[in-house]
């Protein structure tokens, strides 16, 4: 059986992003936007993992990966996900050729 998954033309890049560990109110459940300070939209995306969670910002756009690290959520794990634009620029400080190559 043929596989349609992709396959990397490169090899993988690593990028930094930046994480922190914010105290979150006792059992709210609503965290704050790193970026704006507005109340981020939680969304989980696996049924069986409640405490892996994405959260997104309306005002601002951002993206957060948030890993509950204490029960209650009285210690949270924030992880900030770069936007497109952000990962397009840094690719291209990693590896300055490849852009023209794969758009040829
Ligand atoms: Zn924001």
Same mark, same amino acid.
């Given at each position: 059986?043929?596989?349609?998954?992709?396959?990397?033309?490169?090899?993988?890049?690593?990028?930094?992003?930046?994480?922190?560990?914010?105290?979150?109110?006792?059992?709210?459940? *609503?965290?704050?936007? !790193? +970026?704006? #300070?507005?109340? =981020?939209?939680?969304?989980? $995306? %696996?049924?069986?993992?409640?405490? @892996?969670?994405?959260?997104?910002?309306?005002?601002?756009?951002?993206?957060v990966f948030? *890993?509950?690290?204490? !029960? +209650?959520? #009285?210690r949270a =794990?924030?992880?900030?996900? $770069? %936007?497109?634009?952000?990962?397009? @620029?840094?690719?291209?400080?990693?590896?300055?050729?490849?852009?023209?190559?794969?758009?040829?």
């Amino acid at each position: 059986m043929p596989s349609h998954k992709p396959v990397p033309m490169v090899p993988s890049s690593i990028l930094p992003f930046a994480v922190r560990t914010i105290a979150a109110g006792r059992g709210a459940r *609503v965290l704050c936007c !790193p +970026e704006c #300070r507005s109340p =981020l939209n939680l969304i989980q $995306p %696996d049924e069986n993992e409640p405490s @892996r969670l994405l959260g997104t910002c309306e005002r601002c756009s951002k993206w957060v990966f948030l *890993v509950e690290l204490e !029960p +209650e959520w #009285r210690r949270a =794990l924030v992880v900030e996900l $770069p %936007d497109s634009e952000d990962i397009y @620029r840094k690719l291209e400080q990693l590896q300055p050729e490849s852009r023209n190559r794969d758009r040829a």
